[in-house]
């Protein structure tokens, strides 16, 4: 369960962000793509603070489940809340993957692996393109106009 409203953008809210997203945001968020390796903003950021969908500002990750996987792509061992990522079976490039999916919009932003640090065990390796960053103490994104839930922005650091 989720304090914040997981209902989708509206198709006008939809088209209105997908405006103003760059080509390799549009790329990577709405086409699956991936950024290449080493080169994503988020990859080295230390800040605390909480990681949102660059699309919908759903608030994804927190800087405390940060760590460093040496992929290449900034990477978490939990979410912000399990019904903040949907988990999508992926079977492009002749693999078998979990994508993951933001829960709210259904913008790619990564995929997870089974080989990450304790206490889940899980590597959730994500596109820099596909966050946006409120350091602490800075409000979230309100994308859509619906408010911050209270008491929503620790970042668990």
């Not at 509206?10 to 991936?34: K, M, P």
């Not at 596909?130 to 800075?138: Q, Y």
């Amino acid at each position: 369960m989720s304090q914040f409203d997981l209902r989708p953008p509206t198709d006008a809210q939809r088209r209105q962000i997908t405006a103003t997203l760059t080509a390799d945001e549009r790329r990577v968020l709405l086409e699956h793509g991936t950024e290449a390796a080493f080169c994503g903003v988020f990859l080295d950021n230390h800040q605390d603070g909480i990681y949102t969908c660059r699309f919908c500002g759903l608030p994804l990750f927190r800087s405390g489940a940060k760590f460093d996987s040496g992929t290449g792509w900034p990477s978490f061992f939990e979410p912000y809340a399990p019904s903040h990522i949907r988990r999508v079976r992926d079977t492009s490039y002749g693999m078998v993957r979990v994508e993951e999916v933001c829960a709210r919009c259904g913008s790619h932003l990564g995929h997870v692996f089974p080989d990450g640090p304790p206490p889940t065990g899980e590597r959730h390796c994500l596109n820099s393109v596909s966050l946006a960053f409120a350091a602490e103490g800075k409000p979230l994104p309100d994308v859509l106009g619906r408010g911050t839930p209270e008491g929503a922005i620790d970042s668990g650091a």
